[in-house]
């Protein structure tokens, strides 16, 4: 146009005679800041990036972490019965549901006389059960259909058929509800895999010992040993029923897949995958973070309850390769997961540990807590029950509603006092530098200084310098001045309080056990030790 000093084409810009200067800055942070910004220049610093390694010694590199998961695996949809619909259904159907409460005990009481009789007398456990104990186990399986059609389940949709016994001695499904181990019962009669304490369960022990159950202690290496061998043993011959296993180890909400235990794939049989589905509008079926009770009373107070299931081509290992049991599962697990249309996430039962632990804790955001302990297994080696010895560390350090522990009560649980190595130590595992810690920064950081080759060195080391006369215990003299020396503005008081956390047996003396039980439970406190002759001693590492 006439009078513009730039020409009107496609390179030119849209708005002309802009201000240098914006009027308005926003600063999208990639993570919410949950606290207060850190003003303190000193403390900014010792936060940083660029502040001293303290567990260098170690050969222990930078700590840094991917994102959290977002994913709740276990979270019911409707923990609570909300609107007027569901409360007219339950005003409507509590008769009908006292109705249905009788048929289940009636179903369950027949059924476990059953099992009693097919049971009596019977020695050789290790051998099938012989056939004519299986015809009168067939009137427990009629009762397990009543039991599905009291809690609602009128009608069960199939989807293609069980592969024969032949063809597919396993079984594996994705697992959302008790409801599933009944429809199996019925509709296969396998052989099981169960966690021991199923066997002193009222009524359900009775049962699933008639299935000829292979128990197995999930946190015993040689249980897990001898059931694989049980796995292996069974599937290899043809006189023993099928099996069955639910390889996440625990019910989900069925939104997600978790990671797969391996005991069904170890053994190296084609494998039948089973997809389950519970269609819903109003009402979650799955068993999450709901009581059993009333789980099942939302199942008897309504109308109809939907349940599909879906049986998939069988999985076979690949033929003329050695292919190791972790591909077998990822191959099963990728076929239950793209039939269900959901992603697969690395969770585990020890997630299930430290949920439960959250809520019996009374906190606010239970899900907070949750660190996908399969994957943390795999990179930081460390177990379920440790983690869950962790999370009681850091529930001691009152976090807030957002599952964030301020600086000061780190201090405050692990008897540090402010100073510069403290605030190293805490500057490591405060890997987005709030100032503030989340439960999955100190479990994994802590993990990441134990699990360390030389951890188990560096604190032998420690001990015998403290112990200069050689007397296999510390006195609180000898640990205050090892402690000193790494941080002299410890009082006399702080001394002590740090000295009686070390003391476990509380006999006024640190042993070896006591030092070394104290460190695998704070780990972090290690660096309190590095002193010259400790870094000599375990050498100085290359940081990777």
């Given at each position: 146009m006439?009078?513009?000093?730039?020409?009107?084409d496609?390179?030119?810009?849209?708005?002309?005679?802009?201000?240098?200067n914006?009027?308005l800055?926003?600063?999208?942070?990639?993570?919410?800041?949950?606290d207060?910004?850190?003003?303190?220049?000193?403390?900014v610093?010792?936060?940083?990036?660029?502040?001293?390694?303290p567990?260098?010694?170690?050969?222990?590199?930078?700590?840094?972490?991917?994102?959290p998961?977002p994913?709740?695996?276990?979270r019911?949809?409707?923990?609570?019965?909300?609107?007027?619909?569901?409360?007219?259904?339950?005003?409507?159907?509590?008769?009908?549901?006292?109705?249905r409460?009788?048929?289940?005990?009636?179903?369950?009481l027949?059924?476990?006389?059953?099992t009693?009789?097919?049971l009596?007398?019977?020695?050789?456990?290790?051998?099938?059960?012989?056939?004519?104990r299986?015809?009168?186990?067939?009137?427990?399986?009629?009762?397990?259909?009543?039991?599905l059609?009291?809690?609602?389940?009128?009608w069960?949709?199939?989807?293609?058929?069980?592969a024969?016994?032949?063809?597919?001695?396993?079984?594996?499904?994705?697992?959302?509800?008790?409801?599933?181990?009944?429809?199996?019962?019925?509709?296969?009669?396998?052989?099981?895999v169960?966690?021991?304490s199923h066997?002193a369960?009222?009524?359900?022990?009775?049962?699933?010992?008639?299935?000829q159950?292979?128990?197995?202690?999930?946190?015993?290496?040689?249980s897990?040993?001898h059931?694989?061998?049980?796995i292996k043993?069974k599937a290899?011959?043809?006189?023993?029923p099928?099996?069955?296993?639910?390889?996440?180890?625990?019910?989900?909400?069925?939104r997600?897949?978790i990671?797969?235990?391996?005991?069904?794939?170890?053994?190296g049989?084609?494998?039948?995958?089973?997809?389950?589905?519970?269609p819903h509008?109003?009402?979650d079926?799955s068993?999450?973070n709901?009581?059993?009770?009333?789980?099942?009373f939302?199942?008897?107070?309504?109308?109809?309850?939907?349940?599909?299931?879906?049986?998939?081509?069988?999985?076979?290992?690949?033929?003329?390769k050695?292919?190791?049991?972790?591909?077998?599962?990822?191959q099963?697990?990728?076929?239950?997961?793209?039939?269900?249309?959901?992603?697969?996430?690395?969770?585990?039962?020890?997630?299930?540990?430290?949920?439960?632990?959250?809520s019996?804790?009374?906190?606010?955001?239970?899900?907070?807590?949750?660190?996908?302990?399969?994957?943390?297994?795999s990179?930081?080696?460390?177990s379920?029950?440790?983690?869950?010895?962790?999370?009681?560390?850091f529930?001691?350090?009152?976090?807030?509603s957002?599952?964030?522990?301020?600086?000061?009560?780190?201090?405050?649980i692990?008897?540090?006092?402010?100073?510069?190595?403290s605030?190293?130590?805490?500057?490591?595992?405060d890997?987005?530098?709030?100032?503030?810690?989340?439960?999955?920064?100190?479990?994994?950081g802590s993990?990441?200084?134990?699990?360390?080759?030389?951890?188990?060195?560096?604190?032998?080391?420690?001990?015998?310098?403290c112990?200069?006369?050689d007397?296999?215990?510390l006195?609180k003299?000898?640990?205050?001045?090892a402690?000193?020396?790494?941080?002299?503005?410890?009082?006399?008081?702080?001394v002590?309080?740090?000295?009686?956390?070390?003391?476990?047996?509380?006999?006024g003396?640190?042993?070896?056990?006591?030092?070394?039980?104290?460190?695998?439970?704070n780990?972090?406190?290690?660096?309190?030790?590095?002193?010259?002759?400790?870094?000599?001693?375990?050498g100085?590492l290359?940081?990777?």
């Open positions: 006439e009078g513009d000093s730039k020409p009107n496609l390179t030119s810009p849209l708005l002309s005679n802009l201000s240098p914006p009027h800055i926003l600063n999208m942070e990639e993570t919410p800041n949950f207060s910004p850190i003003t303190d220049p000193q403390l610093h010792r936060l940083s990036p660029f502040n001293p390694n567990f260098s010694f170690l050969g222990v590199g930078p700590f840094s972490l991917p994102r998961s994913i709740d695996p276990f019911n949809q409707t923990p609570k019965i909300e609107g007027f619909y569901e409360w007219f259904k339950i005003l409507v159907c509590f008769p009908i549901a006292i109705l409460l009788v048929i289940f005990g009636l179903a369950l027949v059924g476990f006389f059953a009693k009789l097919a009596q007398g019977w020695k050789d456990r290790h051998n099938p059960m012989p056939k004519w299986c015809r009168v186990m067939w009137i427990t399986r009629i009762c397990a259909r009543c039991i059609f009291s809690f609602g389940y009128h069960i949709k199939r989807v293609g058929k069980p024969s016994r032949e063809t597919a001695p396993i079984v594996v499904s994705n697992h959302v509800s008790y409801i599933e181990p009944i429809f199996f019962f019925y509709e296969l009669f396998p052989t099981i169960a966690s021991e066997d369960t009222p009524f359900v022990g009775t049962i699933i010992r008639a299935m159950v292979i128990y197995v202690n999930r946190f015993s290496a040689p897990r040993k059931a694989v061998n049980e043993r290899s011959s043809d006189i023993f099928r099996l069955l296993l639910f390889p996440e180890g625990t019910t989900t909400n069925g997600v897949l990671s797969f235990q391996l005991g069904a794939f170890i053994p049989f084609p494998i039948q995958p089973v997809v389950v589905r519970y509008i109003h009402f079926q068993w999450g709901i009581s059993l009770a009333k789980l099942m939302r199942m008897f107070t309504q109308f109809h309850n939907f349940m599909e299931v879906e049986y998939l081509p069988i999985v076979a290992p690949l033929k003329n050695k292919e190791n049991a972790v591909h077998f599962a990822e099963t697990s990728y076929a239950i997961a793209s039939a269900l249309n959901v992603v697969q996430t690395s969770h585990s039962y020890g997630d299930l540990m430290l949920l439960t632990r959250a019996e804790m009374k906190q606010d955001r239970a899900s907070d807590y949750l660190v996908e302990m399969a994957w943390a297994e990179v930081f080696n460390i379920s029950q440790e983690a869950v010895e962790f999370l009681d560390t529930l001691a350090m009152n976090p807030d957002n599952g964030r522990v301020q600086i000061h009560e780190f201090f405050r692990l008897r540090l006092v402010s100073s510069p190595l605030e190293k130590i805490f500057g490591f595992i890997v987005e530098k709030y100032g503030s810690i989340t439960f999955r920064q100190f479990l994994l993990a990441h200084v134990m699990k360390r080759p030389l951890f188990q060195r560096a604190c032998e080391v420690a001990f015998d310098i112990d200069e006369e007397k296999g215990y006195t003299q000898q640990m205050g001045d402690i000193l020396s790494a941080m002299p503005s410890m009082s006399g008081q702080n002590s309080e740090i000295f009686n956390l070390f003391d476990i047996d509380k006999d003396s640190v042993s070896w056990d006591d030092f070394m039980t104290c460190l695998r439970r780990p972090l406190l290690v660096a309190l030790f590095a002193a010259d002759q400790l870094v000599e001693e375990t100085e290359e940081v990777v």
